[in-house]
């Protein structure tokens, strides 16, 4: 991946767009940081408040499909990586999408059976949880399909870019984990 | 100044994979009150693996990379702590 937040132009009066590029990708990607980090944060103060809820929540979470779901996703980013540091960018591209669609297609098997017991569940816990989950559900399914759309024509500025969010992506998924589902 | 080499991609994914499974077994055998410190650790490394070893933050920009783990840091902290007091309760 290249970072280069603190280039400056040599004249020192030309901005220079590659920097405000990648300056707006951190922004992006802090933005998305304290989101999350506020929704685990609420999620955590929850199950400290109420645990027969907490209790109640993890009888109804898949956790095998979770660890099967993680194994996927670190694996795509694995691809991304290797796309990242310019080694068949186009195909190590369409393989970390591929992952992130099989993790979206876990994450629906495992909402199907999870759904009815969270709709019966009292508290907000339940609510929090599918907030979390699916926030996340719907920035790999987003940035899987960019994946896909920077593989049509692998640029190493774009693919640097869309690495990196896919790396971001990862990261929330491994903070989910613990909060969620490891306790 | 030395910079350390990158740690290689094929190595990254394969602490990554270990320490998910170890992470899972952590929650079937160990009692909560070990479980915590260990998940919160196994946890951090895995966010320490993507940020040093898929990103390769440190090479580029180490202030990033520290602010990164810090963050990590923190909410598995907070999660071991959590996990480790239900067990006390």
Known sequence: MTVAVTNRSLDGAKPVPEAGMELLLWILVWSELIVFGALLGAFLLLEWLDPAALAALRQTLDLPLAGIATVVLVSSGFFAATAASGRQPRGNLVAAALGGFIFCALKIAAFAHELPALAAMEGRLGELYMLIVGFHFAHVLFVSGLLLLVALRPASRHVAGVATIWHLIDLVWLLILPVVYLG | ?89
């Open chain 2, 1 to 89: 100044m030395h910079l350390p080499r990158a740690l290689p991609l094929p190595a990254v994914l394969a602490g990554l994979l270990i320490a998910t499974g170890l992470s899972l077994l952590a929650v079937s055998v160990l009692p909560s009150v070990i479980r915590g410190p260990a998940i919160a650790a196994l946890s951090l490394t895995k966010a320490m693996l993507i940020v040093l070893g898929f990103m390769r933050l440190r090479r580029e920009s180490p202030v990033l990379a520290g602010a990164l783990i810090a963050y990590a840091a923190v909410i598995c902290l907070l999660a071991g702590a959590r996990i480790a007091l239900a067990g006390l309760s």
